[in-house]
């Protein structure tokens, strides 16, 4: 037995509109997944030894966010379209920019962040070793969309799973 609101017995237009506008059973929402887990990301970086080799520990709408052990020079390369985040978990990271005015390095020690915006050519390293967390939309890859000549020791990916 359906019951109708007072409104839709007073304009039966309007209760057509809503029904019509209502989803049928097959098109309803599914029950969401298993609820997420906590993420341990001490546990998640020891889990892979690779330097330059980012690990997806989740994602956010369509960003995902991964951790790596960095130690020496990346590349010099640039992200068109998007900015990159990053957050140093441990050690100590420093970005050399090229910008308009010329170059200059960031030094991020243990805890700092920095956005390098879209369209900059940046080059991270980190002489002594560190552990750094990014955040970039899915299917970036590591090397942007522009870059040198890649070293052996830089894995192009867009993220492993973890």
């Not at 037995?1 to 409104?7: D, F, G, I, K, V």
């Not at 957050?87 to 990271?93: A, K, N, R, S, Y």
């Not at 991270?124 to 967390?133: F, H, K, N, S, V």
Request: glycine residues 6%; negative net charge; proline residues 10%.
């Amino acid at each position: 037995m359906t019951t109708e609101s007072p409104a839709a017995e007073r304009n039966p237009v309007q209760a057509q509109a809503a029904a019509e506008q209502a989803p049928a059973a097959a098109e309803r929402p599914r029950a969401a997944a298993p609820a997420p887990r906590p993420i341990d990301l001490g546990e998640a970086l020891a889990s892979f030894d690779a330097l330059w080799s980012p690990r997806i520990v989740t994602s956010v709408n369509d960003y995902d966010v991964r951790v790596t052990k960095v130690r020496g020079e990346h590349v010099w390369h640039v992200h068109d379209d998007t900015d990159e985040f990053f957050l140093v978990l441990d050690g100590e990271l420093h970005i050399d920019l090229r910008e308009p005015a010329g170059e200059r390095r960031v030094t991020l020690p243990r805890g700092s962040v920095f956005t390098v915006p879209r369209g900059t050519e940046h080059k991270p390293c980190a002489p002594d070793g560190a552990r750094i967390l990014l955040f970039e939309p899915t299917g970036t890859p590591t090397v942007g969309d522009r870059h040198e000549e890649v070293p052996d020791h830089v894995d192009v990916t867009t993220g492993h799973a973890l």
